[in-house]
Every structure is written in structure tokens, then in C-alpha cells.
């Protein structure tokens, strides 16, 4: 299953995509600064705990989460 995993990953793991304050955004991400996670269907907000404007998605989601079964 962990390869299965690593196989469909979006990338060598070297690599963090951030999204700025006011970028048209959907689903989980959390602050680059001080780690405060949003869920949002917009726009993303400043950060209310630390004022930081660099978000980015979390590498990893609960399983809480619908898995992509074949």
C-alpha cells in the first residue's frame, strides 16, 4: 500500500507549493509561518493567528479522508 502511495505522489517530496493571501483557493491548507490550518472555498485570508500570507497544503490528510480505491 505504501508503494501504491509513493508511486501516485505528486512529486520527489523536495518540493512545497505555497498559495498567497487572496489566491482563489479549495480544500485544507495551512500557514508556512506558524502551521494554523484553514479549510476554505474562496479566497485564502491573511493568517488570524500570526498576520502571515504564505499557505500550503498539507503533505498529508487524516484518514478521515475518501481513499482512491481501483
Do not use: I, K
Not at 19 to 38: M, R
Not at 39 to 62: D, F, H, K, Y
Amino acid at each position: 500500500m505504501l508503494d501504491r502511495a509513493q508511486e501516485e505522489g505528486t512529486g520527489t517530496g523536495d518540493f512545497v507549493e505555497f498559495w498567497v493571501a487572496g489566491s482563489t483557493a479549495n480544500g485544507v491548507y495551512h500557514c508556512a509561518d506558524c502551521g494554523y490550518g484553514v479549510t476554505v472555498n474562496a479566497t485564502l485570508p491573511r493568517c488570524p493567528m500570526c498576520g502571515g500570507t504564505s499557505w500550503e497544503r498539507p503533505a498529508w490528510l487524516s484518514f478521515s479522508r475518501r481513499v482512491r480505491m481501483q
